[in-house]
């Protein structure tokens, strides 16, 4: 079972250049998620999708874009990269509504991105 | 807006010792509380997590203490090893478990 799978592991943009985060999950999960990591700053979310076709807007939504492609692909979109965006980033799945163990968020490993 | 406040942001403990980090929160709503793990190049991974009806869980060496009232929870880590060196993440639950807020993160040093 891969889990919670992200590519790029690294990428160097330049100002102004777009790309495209990749995460898949193989868990069945209907819930996913993009994070970004900073230091002192902690884990925030920048957009979730509660089911395929839905997605939301988080704590950090500015300068991003998601598609939720279908329940196993949900996509990060940079469209004008700017050095603020220098992070890592971590797509996450989870069960929707369950309760007690079934609550548990899986991450992916993280995909480091630095602008230049 | 740190829904979740996390302390301390870095803590050094001896092998053998106790790691202490501490949560609190404000919004009531908060029903589910995870720790997570996470090692250096690695995503988070859960590590364990309580419910508020419910003052103290344990795993192991790792034991939540949840006070409601005070609306604090911690993580204790009992006899601290060299291999729990990680950054620590507190975590609230809201919204039927849809919601996360994640605290700022601790990373602890075990020194042998």
């Known amino acids: 079972n891969a889990g919670v799978t992200q590519t790029p592991k690294f990428q160097v943009l330049k100002t102004g250049q777009s790309m495209t985060l990749q995460c898949a999950q193989d868990m069945n999960h209907n819930s996913m998620y993009w994070y970004r990591q900073d230091p002192g700053m902690g884990l925030r979310l920048i957009y979730y999708?509660?089911?395929?076709?839905?997605?939301d807007k988080g704590e950090v939504p500015n300068g991003y874009n998601v598609s939720r492609l279908n329940k196993r692909e949900f996509s990060l979109r940079l469209e004008s990269a700017a050095p603020s965006q220098t992070s890592v980033y971590f797509c996450a799945s989870k069960r929707t509504n369950s309760q007690g163990s079934r609550n548990t968020i899986y991450f992916g490993e993280g995909s480091w991105l630095t602008v230049v | 807006q740190q829904q979740v406040k996390q302390s301390p942001q870095s803590l050094i403990v001896q092998k053998g010792g106790i790691s202490i980090i501490n949560c609190a929160y404000e919004?009531?709503?908060?029903?589910?509380f995870p720790w997570y793990q996470q090692f250096p190049g690695k995503g988070p991974a859960l590590l364990i997590a309580?419910?508020?009806?419910?003052s103290e869980k344990k795993e192991g060496r790792f034991t939540i203490s949840f006070n409601k009232s005070a609306k604090q929870f911690s993580l204790h880590i009992m006899d601290s090893q060299p291999g729990d060196s990680a950054t620590y993440f507190c975590?609230?639950?809201?919204?039927?478990?849809?919601?996360?807020?994640f605290g700022t993160g601790t990373k602890l040093q075990v020194i042998p």
């Open positions: 309580i419910r508020p009806d419910v």
């Open positions: 975590a609230a639950f809201s919204g039927g478990y849809q919601k996360v807020t």
């Open positions: 919004n009531t709503a908060f029903d589910y």
């Open positions: 999708s509660a089911s395929e076709g839905t997605t």
